[in-house]
């Protein structure tokens, strides 16, 4: 079974093309959302994003200082941290949203994050929250100290 | 406004655990405007409580609306079909709504998502201090509209205590000291003079510690 990351990206950090030629491709199931700038993340669609399945949510942009909207990325990074706090009070974990910064002329930068993404979800395995996983199945996919696929 | 600070998800599972289907309720004025309950905040909690109980294997059917206010029952009329299909309500409302729903709809449990703290002021971006306490008696006009009650940890009426340092209060260095802040602003309006004149002790009769309160307009009621 694949993972599940959705990526939201600000279409002026990343191009989703990208994601077709990542090495893991067949691995993991993306589902991108774009946006015109990443102050369009709301808490609720990073949430939706985890009932609708996701093991992981990545959110892309743009590099300090160059947001086209001055203060965007600034914005979703408060939303974020926020966010993860909540994920770690519902249990499902903060660990499983990263925001990443990101650019057109710096691609490894993207590519690195969601590298670490995978090494992260090799050692957390899915969603406690993913549908076809029941309580305390979760702990049963780590029985063997790895996810069952 | 009034403020109020949703409860941990923790806490809010507890309240809830006994219902299968749980309507949260939220508000578009006061509670909207300290993130505490208002429409995205609604569907935020909503979701939170999906996932939280997703996670557990529970079974269990969270949903969400908000009306305008939930402190007058001809908004609370709004929401009477999603709270009839539901067997429990959470209001993300400041208390006062709560009990307002629960009065307009008497056969549901009506639970609260928020802790109402108090009457304030967004005093910049992601900050809301408390203002007003309600007294009964607004003696703003005296103190340059810096109101000793709500913002001297003293409640102190004629002059300061004297501990202050720096502008900061002795007992919260949080917060400012209210009487330096109070002389700085009837200096400002050249009304220093205000503060010779003797303040006797606030009474506190027409205070919440008088009892609830009530206000009648006969002019509107028909």
Redo the contacts between chains.
Sequence with gaps: MKYHISVFYCVNSFDASMLDRLPFKDRVVFKPVKMACSSMV???YL??A??ADADAVVVLVCPEGHCRYVEGNLRAAKRIDWLRR?LD????GGVRLVLCHASSGRANAAGACFESMLTMLEAEGFS??R?RW?????SDQRRNGKPQR | MIVGEQK???EIREIIAPYRRVLVLGCGTCVKTCFAGGE?ET??MA??L???L?????AGDIREWTVERQCEDEFIQEAARPAAECDAILSLACGAGVQMVARRFPDKPVLPGVNTTFIGVLEERGLFTEECAGCGQCKLALFGAVCPIARCAKKLLNGPCGGSRDGRCEVNPDTACAWHLIIERLTALGQLDNLRAYVPPTDWRTSLSGGPRKLIREDHRI
């Design positions: 709301k808490d609720v949430l939706r985890f009932e909540l009070e519902i249990g499902i406690p929250a549908s029941g309580a305390g199945a979760a | 941990p998800i923790s995205d569907a935020v979701s939170a999906r996932l939280s997703k996670k557990d294997g529970l």
